[in-house]
T-cell receptor, first 112, second 112 residues
Framework: NAGVTQTPKFQVLKTGQSMTLQCAQDMNHEYMSWYRQDPGMGLRLIHYSVGAGITDQGEVPNGYNVSRSTTEDFPLRLLSAAPSQTSVYFC???????????FGPGTRLTVL | KQEVTQIPAALSVPEGENLVLNCSFTDSAIYNLQWFRQDPGKGLTSLLLIQSSQREQTSGRLNASLDKSSGRSTLYIAASQPGDSATYLCAVERGGADGLTFGKGTHLIIQP
């Protein structure tokens, strides 16, 4: 199993540009989440999904969109990038709500 | 709102020492508590998961305890090694699908 994969590893955007961060898992996990990690702030939940077609907001959802058309994939879309979205983004998945979460390697995003 | 605090923020000790990392949380209504390890530029790796009904979990040289009523957990590392150098994150789960609340981590350096 590849586990949780994320692409790209690094990305630089200009303010106002849009992009999609990709996340995929091959463990048949129903539950997937997106977190951002900022210095001094810890990891914070952006959006999560409990299965294909079902998503909900986390702690810091503004400026981000998600959709879940398949069990395997959970992309995160930045509609109009802002410097405040400069961060490291982690995708995670698990089989049940209270199981251990498996994290991807992260995407380091810089918005100029 | 759940808040998770980790003390100390940073720790540097010589190789071979036993050490304790601390985690406290404000809302004792948790489903489980997890300890993660994060190496620089990498994702998170789950170390131990303690269910709310448990008092401790052990894996090799690691032992994690949980006192839910007082809102505290400790991670004990025995006979520390340079390879243990990393950031250790504590996170609590409240039982829904909406993910974990993380502390800011303890940055650990083991001196050879």
């Amino acid at each position: 199993n590849a586990g949780v994969t994320q692409t790209p590893k690094f990305q630089v955007l200009k303010t106002g540009q849009s992009m999609t961060l990709q996340c995929a898992q091959d463990m048949n996990h129903e539950y997937m989440s997106w977190y951002r990690q900022d210095p001094g702030m810890g990891l914070r939940l952006i959006h999560y999904s409990v299965g294909a077609g079902i998503t909900d907001q986390g702690e810091v959802p503004n400026g981000y969109n998600v959709s879940r058309s398949t069990t395997e994939d959970f992309p995160l879309r930045l509609l109009s990038a802002a410097p405040s979205q400069t961060s490291v983004y982690f995708c995670a998945s698990r089989y049940r709500p209270t199981d251990t979460q498996y994290f991807g390697p992260g995407t380091r995003l810089t918005v100029l | 709102k759940q808040e998770v605090t980790q003390i100390p923020a940073a720790l540097s000790v010589p190789e071979g020492e036993n050490l304790v990392l601390n985690c406290s949380f404000t809302d004792s209504a948790i489903y489980n508590l997890q300890w993660f390890r994060q190496d620089p530029g990498k994702g998170l790796t789950s170390l131990l998961l303690i269910q709310s009904s448990q008092r401790e979990q052990t894996s090799g040289r690691l032992n994690a305890s949980l006192d839910k009523s007082s809102g505290r957990s400790t991670l004990y590392i025995a006979a520390s090694q340079p390879g243990d150098s990393a950031t250790y994150l504590c996170a609590v789960e409240r039982g829904g699908a909406d993910g974990l609340t993380f502390g800011k981590g303890t940055h650990l350096i083991i001196q050879p």
